[in-house]
């Protein structure tokens, strides 16, 4: 088996499917706070600072949980001279 395929496991008597490579932040649609304070070299507090402001263009709730759309992240991020 290549380090590319997927491979099916038994643990406890349930099946799991686990994937030897992770999608690369690149290529997310959405990333975690720490993906993208990872991403951009942002400070993770910064960016959930500019999360939590009215009208965030780049901010995805899904329940609770905050997520950063990250082309829309990327756009704000290369207009600001400061943030």
Known sequence: MTTNENRITMQNGDIENSKSERVPICQKM????????????????????????PGCPFVLYIGTRKLVKRKEFESYISKKVVI
């Open 30 to 53: 959405a990333l975690t706070i720490r993906e993208a304070a990872e991403y951009s070299n942002i400070g993770i507090n910064k960016i959930d600072t500019l999360l939590k402001q």
